[in-house]
């Protein structure tokens, strides 16, 4: 114990806080500090100094790159963690990070400082301009629309009672990130006494599905003719992943991965369709919609009006979209993952059709294998110089075969080609769009698993977005070997395709180059990389990628050294 607790006197509040996170599971606080950071960074030494059980700060030096790590953990442990954040200015930094734990349904406690509140006369009181030009009138406005629950702390006493009731509201059906606003004052004051090294108070709400609406669905899927099932955001556990797998083969029901940024079963799946569900859709007569925020593409496809539609997920509807207006002739609220086995377990007990489901079984698997043929056809096509994505992706998949692996994918190696078949073995960028997600989401990955390999593949664009210098540095500094793959076609790929997609005979698309996307000249990224002493080198043909990323994987597993590799991507 040091002298001052001998004494009696408590730790100050911004001590305390530390010892409740960790209490709470916390292992880790991403944090980009600031003038607001006093009391919190004196407060650390004082706890640690102190012997108290703390979770690690890691220095994120932007603060997307901090949030987006916590992201990146938690989609591989499972635990929620802290990101703090300075003030409104880092918070705003931070905002698209938040967007993205949102729309991806990731829990984490974010807290960034508040300008001091009085201008002297209390310890912790303004001292710098600063404290005056970072003050809003509603700094938490920033964040309110993409966090479940805010607040401010107003005495040091509430830590621990806020901090539980932060915890339980994130980690609640449906997950996603909250937001603290602390202080300066407030975290100077002394500490509470009590409580700080307790578990929460509180538990989660993990909601369930109601009982009849479950036998409504599986009686549904049981008598389906044409069952179809698309799936966005994975089975939600290792378990279920294993359940659906046996499921749908068992009852011989297609899944689409339409816009998945997870994997539900593996591509090899003898009843995996692909990414496009059209050509099932259609001929539907029950759909099975897998926590999924747009399930089709409206203007394009959508299932008969005859047919059932079953949404299934943590929040079915996606209530906190504003419009998102695809039918739910049943609703199937609760986790991912305990929903999908409760209806599994449902469907089961109910007896099929023998040949009709052996007839089903022939037909999917046959049109599987086509699809997976061409897939591997095209990728192959891609072999040249410069090289396709979809070839990079096939190499990258047969070079990872048989490795615990993850790919963090943003505008980088397509999911088809991988030929992936594990459970979190795959992450898209959420559907928000928050580029630069994919590298630091790829760092926070490999620190929760560090035997684990990680890849970061990403567009050029989506690269520049990450801020890599501050990405490289953290890297370097906490030793996380992670392997990024800069897809580098020297523009905004996915703005040419979409302006050609809305306009495909407009002006735009008869000039050279589409305005407002070329990233020509293509900065030399490996010089960034390389100045954190990463193992770099460029590809510029298909044929060299192969040994390239067998390099690239010693140097990552055996040096522990992380790794980027830019390779030149024709435009397609």
């Not at 003898?270 to 539907?284: F, H, K, N």
């Not at 109910?350 to 699809?371: C, L, M, P, W």
């Not at 801020?467 to 020297?490: D, K, Q, R, S």
Request: one cysteine or more; charged letters at 20%; a negative charge.
């Amino acid at each position: 114990m040091t002298d001052t607790e001998k004494q009696g006197q408590p730790l100050a509040a911004g001590a305390a806080m530390f010892g409740k996170l960790k209490a709470l599971g916390v292992d880790y606080v991403f944090t980009n500090s600031g003038t607001d950071f006093p009391p919190i960074i004196e407060g650390y030494a004082a706890a640690k100094a102190a012997g108290h059980a703390l979770p690690q700060p890691i220095l994120a030096p932007h603060e997307h790159a901090a949030v987006s790590m916590a992201h990146g953990f938690y989609q591989i442990a499972g635990k929620a963690q802290a990101v703090m954040l300075h003030t409104n200015v880092g918070l705003s930094n931070g905002v698209t990070g938040a967007i993205n734990a949102w729309c991806d349904q990731i829990p984490m406690i974010l807290m960034s400082g508040r300008t001091p509140t009085l201008e002297s006369g209390r310890f912790g009181a303004r001292t710098v301009p600063i404290g005056w030009g970072q003050e809003m009138f509603d700094q938490t406005a920033l964040v309110r629309e993409t966090t479940k629950w805010d607040y401010e702390l107003r005495f040091p006493e509430q830590i621990a009672e806020v901090l539980d009731r932060a915890w339980a509201i994130a980690n609640s059906t449906p997950q996603g990130p909250v937001y603290l606003s602390l202080p300066r004052e407030v975290l100077c004051e002394p500490g509470p006494e009590t409580g700080m090294s307790q578990p929460s108070t509180m538990a989660p709400v993990i909601t369930a599905a109601d009982p009849s609406s479950l036998e409504r669905a599986a009686q549904a899927l049981a008598n389906a003719k044409a069952p179809l099932i698309i799936a966005q955001r994975g089975a939600g556990s290792e378990q279920a992943f294993a359940a659906l797998s046996e499921f749908v083969q068992d009852r011989a029901i297609p899944l689409a991965h339409y816009w998945s940024n997870q994997l539900a079963i593996p591509i090899a799946h003898p009843m995996q369709v692909g990414a496009d569900p059209e050509p099932w859709l259609s001929q539907a007569d029950v759909v099975l919609v897998i926590n999924s925020l747009a399930p089709w593409f409206p203007d394009k496809t959508g299932p008969n009006a005859d047919a059932t539609v079953i949404q299934l997920g943590p929040d079915p509807l996606f209530s906190r979209t504003p419009i998102r207006n695809f039918p739910a002739d049943i609703t199937l609220a609760g986790a991912t993952d305990q929903t999908l086995l409760a209806l599994i377990e449902k469907v089961t007990q109910i007896a099929g059709d023998s040949e009709e489901i052996d007839q089903r079984h022939n037909k999917i698997t046959f049109y599987s294998q086509k699809v997976k043929e061409k897939t591997s056809r095209v990728a192959e096509t891609g072999n040249a110089s410069p090289m396709t994505k979809d070839w990079v992706s096939l190499c990258l998949g047969r070079a990872i075969k048989g490795r615990k692996a993850t790919v963090f994918h943003e505008l980088g190696c397509p999911l088809q080609p991988l030929d992936l078949d594990a459970h979190n073995s795959y992450f898209q960028e959420p559907h928000s769009g928050g580029l630069g997600w994919g590298f630091p989401a790829a760092l926070g990955a490999q620190l929760a698993d560090p035997d684990r390999l990680v890849f970061a593949t990403m567009g050029d664009g989506s690269y520049m977005f990450a801020n890599p210098t501050a990405c490289h540095f953290i890297a370097e500094a906490h030793e996380l070997p992670v392997i990024v793959l800069v897809l580098n076609n020297e523009e905004w790929g996915a703005v040419r395709a979409s302006v050609e997609g809305l306009y495909p005979s407009g002006n735009a698309r008869m000039e050279n180059e589409t305005p407002m996307t070329s990233l020509r000249p293509s900065p030399d990224f490996t010089q960034t990389a390389a100045a954190s002493r990463a193992h770099t080198q460029t590809i510029t043909d298909g044929a060299d990628l192969p040994a390239a990323l067998k390099r690239a994987i010693e140097v990552a597993t055996t040096e522990r050294r992380q790794v980027l590799l830019n390779i030149a991507i024709a435009r397609a």
